[in-house]
């Protein structure tokens, strides 16, 4: 079987092209090959077809649309779970990197509540540029017009890939993917379903199974580029003349020699030294260690370090080894022949400096026809002197491998999981806070993310290997100084922050978001009488006034129970801001609902938070206050079902001033607002 790109619209074979085997069987699954694919043509597809249609799709459309592929694919899980385990993939591998993939699209879909329902992004607050308030300057971010090309590596064909588009797709850029050739038949299976589906705009996402060499010569500057994989390959991508050219963005995610170290509070018996052989026994085993998050490196104080060698080798010899389609089977082959020859090279290597305490390299298991399969027995190393004997952690052996390595004090431990030299992750299992404290802010320099695992934590822990969709996934230094994910961290990665400066009214109209300062708009009746459809952002209404008596002051203290001495004690004021009993501020802005709100039924069906809210100066008894308040921000919101009614968030600005006409207290407060229109 041919194993098919998809190009400009179309299902293209390649010519010949390169085999692909069982990683269990050896048997020939599938050719892959690009050969035949014009990528410059493709970039030019992307940009001219599918990034235009992306990008008039609103924040919240793109996100619908991430949670209808979402359910669409989950319809269909089980359909590639039989083509996971010809990649050597478990079922718990398989689960992984499938339905994680999917489990990524859905938590990008509802990270769309946290984005305007706009093409666009209004990124942080207004920055006064006047002493009068006429000229201020703001920060909106648009999706670049260019294609975001993702270089996967082949650990996991399906979760490298949806990981990477969910976060350009809710951006509004679309996507060529390019997965490691030796498992692009997974690849291709769930992104012939996905094209299959129809849910995604024409030209958003291409394939292509083979090579992409050449790919790089057509990239521009409002391309982005992400690679996962191999360090040496990142750099060689990462420095070709193009990118630098161009500047073209490049995000990389390195494979990286992490860590994990044992507390030297944890003793041996006790249920934290359990979960840590446990913890780095799944490292190894799962996905027989082909992860760019896998433990490397295992630092144990040394007073531990036979029990640890011990509970370890005892945990990984209890592994069954085998075809994952065999019940029963806890680790499977390594991706491939060839990968398998590169992990006993890179291994010898290690050897020169470290000595073999479990397991072998070339080790025979029972059952197996390892001239077939890449099958391989997870290996334990044991480097005595890790501070002088360097190779632990220059050289990564991407298989069930790992080293050992002692320590003597906390700083110790530290020092050598900064010797990786920048790293995906690490962990450490302690019970002491006071440890998980100075370890964490020691090793944080050289770490993209760090797990403190815990009896406290255990049950719910993701565990070491685990990224989140909405926390950062990189690392610096050899882990390639890349972020991935990481929420709207990560969706800015493809969108472009430019700077906007003017007045007040007109970045009210730019940005769709009332600015301080902006001209208002005087509606035909109270804002709380109009529905969703109606309001207009501008819109103020100036309220009535209020006089705030000392009468006010000692009622609030005592309906509220708050009696801080500055609103109720006028002899403990000496050597305070206060020249006298001041008002609450929660009385203030209760007073100013008072006057804004009409309190009428209407299509206003509740009000359920603040944003914002700034007590600016002190009011005193005496003092008069007004209040405008403005439609500051629209959101729609789908209806949960028939059923539900539709309706609306709509964000008010809430402008409190005194007799002087200053303002003394802001608040935005957040309503939900019902529509004219029920269907």
């Known amino acids: 079987m041919q194993l098919q790109n998809y190009a400009l619209g179309h299902w293209i074979a390649g010519h010949q092209g390169q085999s692909l085997f069982d990683a269990s069987t050896g048997d020939i699954i599938a050719t892959a090959s690009s050969e035949g694919l014009d990528f410059e043509s493709m970039l030019k597809y992307a940009r001219t077809i599918g990034g235009p249609k992306l990008r008039k799709m609103t924040f919240h459309e793109r996100g619908n649309m991430l949670k209808a592929l979402a359910l669409y694919l989950q319809e269909r899980k089980e359909l590639f779970y039989p083509i996971s385990y010809k990649t050597g993939a478990t079922r718990i591998d398989s689960w992984i990197d499938i339905e994680g993939g999917i489990g990524n699209l859905f938590s990008y879909a509802s990270l769309r509540r946290q984005f305007p329902d706009q093409r666009f992004y209004v990124d942080g607050s207004p920055i006064s540029s006047s002493k009068g308030g006429s000229f201020i300057g703001h920060h ?94 990142g750099k060689l991508l990462k420095s070709h003349p193009r990118i630098l050219e161009e500047a073209v963005p490049f995000n990389m995610e390195a494979d990286s ?47 531990f370090m036979e029990d ?107 020092e050598l999981a900064k010797m990786g030299k920048g790293s995906l992750c690490c962990s450490i299992v302690t019970e002491s806070d006071s440890i998980a404290r100075d370890y964490v802010l020691g090793a944080a320099s050289h770490h993209g993310r760090i797990l403190i695992l815990n009896k406290s934590c255990a049950k719910e822990s ?64 109270h804002l709380f009488r109009k529905y969703f459809e109606e309001l207009e952002i501008g819109e103020t209404i100036i309220t009535h006034k209020r006089t705030i008596t000392e009468a006010d002051i000692v009622n609030f203290a005592n309906v509220s129970w708050d009696h801080f001495y500055a609103h109720t004690d006028a002899t403990s004021l ?75 968030i709509v964000k008010f600005y809430v402008d409190v001033y005194d007799e002087t006409n200053e303002t003394i207290a802001v608040a935005t407060i957040l309503t939900m607002v019902k529509k004219f229109n029920q269907f």
């Open 140 to 233: 909106i971010m648009t999706p670049k017009e260019g294609v975001a090309i993702h270089i996967n590596a082949f650990n996991f064909p399906i979760w490298g890939m949806l990981e990477k588009i969910a976060v350009n797709l809710l951006a509004g850029m679309p996507a060529i993917v390019k997965p490691a050739t030796l498992t692009s038949f997974l690849t291709e299976a769930i992104t012939k379903e996905i094209i299959r589906s129809g849910i995604l705009p024409e030209g958003s996402l291409q394939l292509v199974c083979g090579s992409a060499r050449g790919i790089l010569d057509h990239v521009c500057y409002q391309d982005v580029v992400t690679f996962t994989g191999s360090a040496e390959t």
């Open 257 to 303: 020699l992490n860590c994990m170290v044992l507390g030297k509070d944890v003793k041996p018996g006790t249920e934290e030294f359990s979960l840590f052989v446990k913890e780095v026994r799944k490292e190894i085993t799962v996905k027989a260690g082909q992860k760019c998050t896998a433990v490397r490196r295992i630092i144990v104080p040394s007073e």
């Open 308 to 414: 640890v060698q011990i509970a370890l080798g005892k945990a990984l010899s209890e592994t069954t080894i085998g075809d994952p389609r065999t019940e029963g089977i806890k680790m499977g082959p390594l991706a491939g022949i060839s990968q398998r020859s590169d992990v006993h090279e890179n291994l010898e290597l290690l050897l020169k400096e470290s000595e073999i305490v479990f397991g072998g390299s070339n080790q025979a298991i029972e059952g197996i026809d390892t001239n077939k399969g890449a099958f391989m027995k997870p290996v334990l190393l044991y480097n005595s002197a890790p501070f002088t004997k360097l190779t632990s952690h220059n050289i990564e052996v991407f298989g069930p491998v790992s080293t050992l390595m002692p320590y003597e004090t906390l700083d110790e431990a530290i």
């Open 462 to 525: 993701t565990g070491h290997g685990s990224p989140l969709p909405l926390l950062v996934h990189g690392g610096p230094g050899r882990a390639g100084g890349g972020e991935e994910m990481g929420g709207i961290r990560g969706v800015m990665h493809y969108l472009q922050r430019t700077a906007i400066q003017g007045s007040p009214t007109t970045l009210t109209h730019i940005t769709g978001t009332y600015q301080p300062g902006g001209a208002y708009k005087t509606p035909e009746k």
């Open 574 to 648: 000496d050597g305070t801001l206060f020249t006298e009993k001041v008002a609450h501020g929660y009385f203030i802005l209760s007073a100013a609902a008072g006057l804004f709100v009409d309190p009428a039924k209407g299509p206003v069906l509740l009000n359920y938070g603040l944003e914002e809210c700034r007590f600016t100066k002190p009011v005193y008894a005496g003092s008069t206050i007004g209040v405008k308040l403005t439609v500051k921000e629209k959101t729609d919101q789908e209806k949960k079902n028939p059923e539900d009614v539709a309706k609306g």
